[in-house]
């Protein structure tokens, strides 16, 4: 098994391993939910698969849902704020009004996550990450950037450059509808030459900070630099300017 419980079936790095044993309580869970998959509940349990099991399996594909809360999270879209602060000029809370007035900028990306499943052609809408930056003046002391969720588990974290790239924004987007919830709505972060751990759903606070903070799944094992093709024992992708 891989950070997702999954099979991936391709190389793995050795800090991949790491993760597994740091895991090995939740692989008995996962246990569980594959014999119930067996079963025949595969429908009732795919929707909130955080092992990407169900993808191996007939009439799998497309998205898996992830969520390694204990809950789904909710908040509405007159609710929602993302809060951007730390070693900024201008700390700033965006309702979601606010951050769709501000220019809109459209990827259309493969999603791949790490454990091996990929989504062509989906795009993404939204703010760039970089606009937010330079609204909020990045103070010099600032090198990285912690990303935090209102699940209240999962983090993530980029370099400033790898954040003022222009293939990564806060989307509110996906293929041209708001993104769901089961998808990290009403905001979520997409970082699209990375695999898609590092895209943060139910994004909630941006953090400037003097050094990467390693995330939720880079605790665990995951390349914090996480490259699609390029990192994650992976080596078969080109360098494609970063
Ligand atoms: N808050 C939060 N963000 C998250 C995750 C999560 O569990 N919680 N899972 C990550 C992983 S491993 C993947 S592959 C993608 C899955 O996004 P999706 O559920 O929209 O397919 O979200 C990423 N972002
Ligand atoms: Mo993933």
Not at 1 to 15: C, E, F, I, Q, S
Not at 84 to 95: A, E, K, N, R, S
Not at 185 to 205: D, I, N, T
Request: charged share 20%.
């Amino acid at each position: 098994m891989d950070k997702d419980g999954g099979l991936a079936g391709k190389p793995v790095g050795r800090r991949v391993v790491i993760g597994v044993s740091a895991l090995g309580a939740l692989g008995v869970a996962f246990g569980a939910r594959i014999e119930s998959a067996l079963n025949g509940v595969l429908g009732a349990i795919s929707a909130h698969d955080p092992t990407g099991i169900t993808s191996l399996l007939p009439g799998g594909g497309g998205f898996q849902f992830y969520n390694v809360a204990s809950f789904l999270p909710y908040r509405s879209d007159q609710d929602y704020r993302l809060t951007i602060d730390g070693l900024v000029d201008h700390p700033t809370t965006y309702t979601l009004a606010e951050l769709a007035a501000l220019p809109q900028t459209t990827l259309v990306r493969d999603v791949q996550c790490v454990t091996g499943w990929r989504v062509p052609n989906t795009e993404f809408g939204g703010v760039l990450l970089s606009e937010l930056l330079d609204r909020a003046g990045v103070k010099p002391e600032g090198k990285a950037l912690r990303f935090t969720c209102f699940d209240d588990v999962y983090s993530e974290s980029l370099t400033l450059a790898e954040a003022r790239r222009p293939d990564v924004m806060v989307a509110h987007q996906m293929d041209k509808v708001p993104v769901t919830r089961d998808h990290g709505g009403p905001v979520r972060l997409y970082v699209a030459p990375m695999y898609f751990y590092k895209s943060a759903k139910w994004l909630s606070g941006i953090t400037v900070t003097d050094r990467v903070m390693p995330g939720y799944w880079e605790q665990n094992g995951y390349d914090v630099e996480a490259w699609v093709g390029r990192s994650n024992g992976r080596t078969d992708a080109p360098i494609d300017g970063e």
